[in-house]
């Protein structure tokens, strides 16, 4: 089976600060995707970053990159230079779109 | 489309009425998928096709969920004799391939209420 595991159910951080959220998860297969996807109020899931588990280099948008470590199974997101408009529900997801509960995150001016 | 488009946006139903939820993907998109959000929550998976075939419905919760898509593009989840339960987001994705190779693009999906 696989599984997606976000341990902080809530963060917040100050504006221009850098934030980290983190996600394990398990599975079996060799060759998979993660994704980290974020959901404003308007519930409209827009994709952050995407990683492919054979790339050892970590994937980078901008302010956003990843910390992949697939021996431990772990894809955390680091928000750098955080903005307002950054406050949304983050979503760790696997390839076929396995969920994690979601970190609410709320930038503060 | 330009993007994925879901309708209704807003859909009430009396508890034992039957709906039916539908998602336009993203032209020549080849992949779609079916989520239940409830509030508060991550997404759910219910179901996958891979153009006309339903690959995967593991996620449907019971035998009142039904989904098909027939022509390998629009998309209807069918709920019958609904109950409170079943009140959530319904969100639909679509995929030019699968695995994730060319991502997803969500709809902004229906939420369902049931009274």
């Known amino acids: 089976a696989q599984t997606v595991t976000q341990s902080q159910p809530e963060m917040s951080v100050q504006e221009a600060e850098t934030v980290t959220l983190s996600c394990t998860y398990d599975?079996?297969?060799?060759?998979?995707?993660l994704f980290w996807y974020k959901q404003p109020p308007s519930r409209q899931m827009i994709l952050v970053i995407r990683?492919?588990?054979?790339?050892?280099q970590n994937a980078t948008e901008n302010r956003f990159s990843v910390n992949f470590q697939k021996a431990a199974k772990s894809f955390s997101l680091k928000i750098s230079d955080s903005q307002l408009g950054d406050t949304a529900m983050y979503f760790c997801?696997?390839?076929?779109?396995?969920f994690g509960a979601g970190t609410r995150l709320t930038v503060k001016p | 489309g330009a993007g994925v488009s879901q309708s209704p946006r807003y859909k009430v139903a009396k508890r034992g009425q039957d709906v039916a939820l539908r998602c336009d993907p993203i032209?020549?998109?080849?992949?779609l998928f079916w989520y239940q959000q409830a509030l508060g929550q991550g997404p759910e998976f219910l179901t996958y096709?891979?153009?006309?075939?339903?690959?995967?419905k593991s996620g449907l919760p019971s035998d009142r969920f039904f989904a098909e898509r027939p022509e390998g593009s629009v998309s209807t989840l069918k709920i019958q004799r609904t109950q409170q339960e079943d009140s959530a987001v319904y969100l639909c994705?679509?995929?030019?391939?699968?695995?994730?190779?060319?991502?997803?693009?969500f709809g902004s999906g229906t939420r369902l209420t049931v009274v």
């Open positions: 096709f891979q153009n006309e075939a339903q690959l995967d």
């Open positions: 994705a679509s995929s030019l391939g699968d695995r994730g190779v060319y991502g997803y693009t």
């Open positions: 599975t079996s297969e060799s060759n998979y995707y």
């Open positions: 032209s020549g998109h080849v992949s």
């Open positions: 990683q492919e588990a054979y790339k050892q």
């Open positions: 997801a696997f390839s076929f779109m396995r």
